[in-house]
């Protein structure tokens, strides 16, 4: 008797600190991840209009709009469609995505002048989207599976220096990345990002992502009214502009098909 | 002469669209657009013509435009579309032409849809030929890409399902093809006689078509299955005389069965196509296949400048007799490349050439795509013909090497 006892003492004196004094600050970042994507979990779908402003290293400007649908699938990524309004010339022109946990996402970009819907390869990561500073990888879903984590600190939040932040790094670990590592900064309560710093493959700081104007929407899901971007390498800039956020429109799976691209509207 | 250049069939159904449209419009209009875009084309030939009656001039201008308006009713659930085009041409009467490219209702369901109207339909996934894209006839005249579609009168029903889309088409009617007139370029010696077109069916033009596409989704592969029953878009073409008493081509059209198939993998930056037809009903060849199977291949980011360069090759067989409307690309090598500068003013650029494998009579090709501004975009497209032996389909053209310039204004 006295001998189980010592045991499961000894059981649990060696699990105790594992979960609360010895969590290293890999463990540590994957934990607050995984806690980041629960909190965001349960949104079902949403729709907002966004526009994106490129600014070039002389400060000239020009726009891109669009409508974005946002599906979400509990057991793999999310899936969304984008539809350009903006510019005239490529009013229609939308791209699906099927995102995913593990492996290339899939894509289909839909082409109004010849109503041609195209399967397309997503191993293009690092290229800008539509001339922007934002890239293909820049804008899939975040899930947690894409990255492995490292805690560094807790400090200030950019933008929002009243709030705390956990500031950790994350490594990519899709080996077509653009990217060596991420330095991201979440807020501690709510787990909204306010910036992420991003590293090349040469390990050289490339681009800052800031995140503005949160708003709470459906209870409990932070999204940003402005986004950010700025690449120190080239002096270009985009800043991207969310409005007419809604959420649990009751898209459905239905929705998110290549052979509908064709009626978004 | 004087001809209406909108189908009867076209007006009719157009007209149906609007009505059925109109009284909803008026009560339910949510949101109405209009937008749309006009341009001015001019057409260099490097060669005098060679064909009797052709004008000598070798530049040759056009304007076109195309408005679009999009109307949305029942929550956004209905739809309301009507996209006229206007083409006038100042060489070619032919060229000159007034389409309705789309003018349809439609309603969306949960994971289904109806259309009734003019509407424009693409299948297939290979880039030099496209074979299985049978709903729409093309409109010659208006580039010689073959792109450009005229508006078809439909029913068309889809269901998006988790085994796929099942899509069934109605059409009834049909619509010629366009075809270059006495003074245009780009044809044969003899121009063709659109409007004493003749038919297998006793309905002639007013044949009710039907088809029905089954396509889907499945990991990297995307596959469609499509049969069509109806009026041949591919005419054949045999000597007559027209009202003045002289010789022309007269396009007879057959009643054909078309199955197809459409594949295409996508692994990695590799895209593996395949698109295959099988056709019976031609008079003098009752059945043939064709297929153009062949891969794209794209550097992302190249060297980190952003830029995207595609590379296509694609091989182009077609079994069908001498008998059956003609084709250029009976075994044939199409090898090109796609380079995007992924720049804000999305400049573009393709070249391509396809050659045949016995001859080597080549159709070489370039296009250009610039966005100035906001909205404005320029585009140049050159189209040239090489090694042309006599008796290649490709001789009557090989003098109308040409650059297009086109500049387009949206609004």
């Known amino acids: 008797m006295t001998k189980r006892l010592i045991a499961a003492a000894l059981v649990l004196a060696a699990a105790v600190p594992t979960f609360a004094l010895a969590e290293t600050p890999e463990e540590k970042g994957l934990r607050i991840a995984k806690e980041a994507d629960v909190s965001d979990a349960g949104f079902a779908d949403f729709t907002a209009n966004g526009k994106m402003i490129l600014r070039n290293k002389q400060g000239k400007e020009s726009t891109r709009e669009f409508k974005g649908w946002t ?73 947690v599976e894409k990255y492995t984590y490292k805690w560094l600190r807790e400090e200030p939040c950019p933008v929002k220096p009243e709030l705390t932040c956990n500031v950790m790094e994350r490594y990519p670990t899709d080996k077509e990345s653009g990217y060596s590592k991420q330095i991201a900064w979440l807020e501690k309560e709510t787990y909204r990002g306010y910036k992420v710093d991003y590293y090349d493959r040469k390990d050289t700081f490339l681009k800052t992502l800031t995140f503005h104007d949160y708003n709470k929407y459906a209870d409990k899901h932070w999204r940003p009214g402005k986004m950010m971007m700025v690449n120190h390498q080239t002096g270009k800039s985009t800043d991207m502009l969310w409005t007419d956020y809604q959420f649990k429109t009751g898209l459905s799976d239905g929705d998110f098909k290549s052979t509908r691209l064709k009626n978004l509207r | ?163 796929g889309s099942f899509g069934l088409f109605v059409l009834p009617g049909f619509r010629e093809a366009t075809s270059p007139g006495w003074d245009g370029r780009l044809r044969a010696t003899l121009p063709v006689e659109t409007h ?15 088809a029905a596409r089954w396509a889907h989704n499945l990991g990297d592969f995307d596959i469609g299955l499509a049969h069509f029953w109806g009026t041949s878009r591919e005419p054949r073409y045999g000597l007559g005389l027209d009202d003045l008493g002289r010789p022309v081509l007269i396009p007879f059209y057959d009643i054909i069965h078309q199955s197809s198939v459409d594949l295409q993998a996508t692994l990695g930056a590799w895209l593996l196509k395949f698109e295959g037809i099988s056709r019976w009903g031609h008079r003098g060849d009752n059945h043939f296949l064709a297929a153009v199977a062949g891969f794209e291949y794209t550097f992302f980011d190249l060297f980190e400048t952003g830029t995207d360069v595609g590379l296509l090759l694609e091989y182009l067989y077609d079994g069908r007799n001498s008998l059956a409307p003609p084709t250029a690309n009976d075994d044939d090598i199409f090898f ?10 999305d400049t573009e650029f393709l070249v391509g050439a396809i050659i045949d494998r016995h001859n080597q009579a080549t159709a070489a090709r370039f296009e250009a795509d610039h966005r100035i501004g906001d909205s404005w975009k320029i585009e140049v497209e050159g189209q040239f013909f090489m090694n042309v032996p006599v008796g290649d389909n490709l001789k009557n053209v090989t003098q109308d090497d040409h650059v297009q310039v086109r500049l387009f204004r949206y609004f």
Not at chain 1, 73 to 98: C, H, I, Q, Y
Not at chain 1, 112 to 133: A, D, Q
Not at chain 2, 336 to 345: E, K
């Open chain 2, 336 to 345: 090109g490349s796609r380079i995007a500068l992924n720049n804000t003013q």
């Open chain 1, 71 to 143: 599906l979400e699938v509990s057991d793999d990524g999310d899936k969304s469609m984008n539809m350009f309004t903006e510019p005239r010339d490529v009013k229609g022109t939308a791209l699906l995505t099927w995102n995913h946990k593990q492996g290339d996402d899939d894509q289909w970009l839909y082409l109004p002048v010849l109503k041609r819907v195209k399967r397309i390869s997503s191993s293009n990561k690092t290229g800008s989207y539509v001339g922007s500073e934002f890239s293909y990888e820049d804008l899939t879903s975040p899930e």
């Open chain 2, 1 to 163: 002469m004087t001809r209406p250049s909108i189908h009867r069939t076209t007006l009719a159904a157009g007209a149906l669209a609007a009505t059925l449209a109109g009284t909803a419009v008026e009560s339910r209009a949510q949101d109405t657009e209009v937008s749309g875009w006009a341009a001015v084309e001019v057409r260099v030939f490097t060669e005098p013509s060679r064909h009797p009656g052709q004008d000598p001039q070798r530049i040759q201008p056009s304007f076109m435009f195309q408005p679009e308006l999009r109307a949305d009713f029942f929550d956004g659930a209905g739809r309301l579309t009507i996209i006229p085009y206007l083409r006038v041409d100042q060489t070619d009467r032919e060229r000159s032409h007034l389409d309705l490219r789309e003018a349809y209702v439609q309603y969306l369901g949960d994971s289904w849809d109806v259309l009734a109207g003019l509407g424009k339909v693409f299948w297939g996934v290979t880039e030099s030929r496209h074979l299985v894209d049978i709903i729409n006839q093309t409109d010659v005249v208006d580039d010689v890409d073959l792109e450009e579609k005229l508006g078809q009168p439909m029913i068309n029903a889809n269901m998006h399902t988790e085994y």
């Open chain 2, 196 to 210: 004493k077109a003749q038919y297998e069916s006793s309905a002639k033009d007013h044949h009710v078509d039907f």
